[in-house]
């Protein structure tokens, strides 16, 4: 069976989910909306928690708000929201992140980064930082070519951020 007709199989099975588990996201975590939430229960590999906070995000992408600075060798990023529960969606997001990226274990996500990202892990460094409203995200790297990837990578985020789920759908973007 091909890639394809695997994820499309995959993205079948997801969208059936989704009728079963978006009220019970919603439920968890009023105040904040999650329509149209998917779950990736299908990837084998922990990613249906990691994917219900990746789509609350998407759900609640205007109340983020975020600002990207170049630094030499990286980028030091800052997320934050003024409503706790999106505070802490996106503070679980980035420490489940690079914990993914500590241990290996790939992300299912449309990013041209992410896989350099991961397949690079040993090569750039990760830090952040909890701030009551969010967190500041550095990441640098020695080497020249990794670089432009890790600024690359926040502007995909700053992307999502900016225009949600829709934001998705640009052509130089894959499963990945």
Same mark, same amino acid.
């Given at each position: 069976?091909?890639?394809?007709?695997?994820?499309?199989?995959?993205?079948?099975?997801?969208?059936?989910?989704? !009728?079963?588990?978006?009220?019970?996201?919603?439920?968890?975590?009023?105040?904040?909306?999650?329509?149209?939430? =998917? =779950?990736?229960?299908?990837?084998? *590999?922990?990613?249906?928690?990691?994917?219900?906070?990746?789509?609350?995000?998407?759900?609640?992408?205007?109340?983020?708000?975020?600002?990207?600075?170049?630094?030499?060798?990286?980028?030091?990023?800052?997320?934050?929201?003024?409503?706790?529960?999106?505070? !802490?969606?996106?503070?679980?997001?980035?420490?489940?992140?690079?914990?993914?990226? *500590?241990?290996?274990?790939?992300?299912?996500? =449309?990013?041209?980064?992410?896989?350099? =990202?991961?397949?690079?892990?040993?090569?750039?460094?990760?830090?952040?930082?909890?701030?009551?409203?969010?967190?500041?995200?550095?990441?640098?790297?020695?080497?020249?070519?990794?670089?432009?990837?890790?600024?690359?990578?926040?502007?995909?985020?700053?992307?999502?951020?900016?225009?949600?789920?829709?934001?998705?759908?640009?052509?130089?973007?894959?499963?990945?």
């Amino acid at each position: 069976m091909n890639r394809q007709l695997r994820l499309g199989i995959i993205l079948f099975l997801l969208t059936l989910s989704l !009728a079963f588990t978006a009220g019970q996201i919603t439920q968890a975590t009023p105040r904040i909306a999650c329509q149209g939430c =998917m =779950m990736d229960g299908g990837m084998m *590999d922990g990613n249906r928690q990691d994917m219900g906070i990746v789509h609350q995000l998407f759900a609640n992408h205007s109340l983020i708000r975020r600002t990207v600075k170049e630094i030499p060798g990286g980028v030091r990023t800052v997320t934050e929201s003024d409503i706790p529960q999106v505070t !802490a969606l996106i503070q679980a997001h980035v420490k489940s992140m690079h914990r993914r990226v *500590d241990e290996g274990r790939r992300f299912a996500m =449309m990013s041209r980064t992410l896989p350099i =990202m991961f397949r690079n892990a040993n090569r750039y460094e990760r830090k952040f930082e909890l701030t009551p409203k969010g967190i500041v995200v550095t990441k640098t790297s020695d080497d020249p070519n990794l670089v432009p990837v890790l600024r690359e990578h926040s502007g995909e985020v700053s992307g999502f951020v900016e225009g949600g789920k829709p934001w998705m759908g640009g052509g130089r973007r894959r499963w990945w």
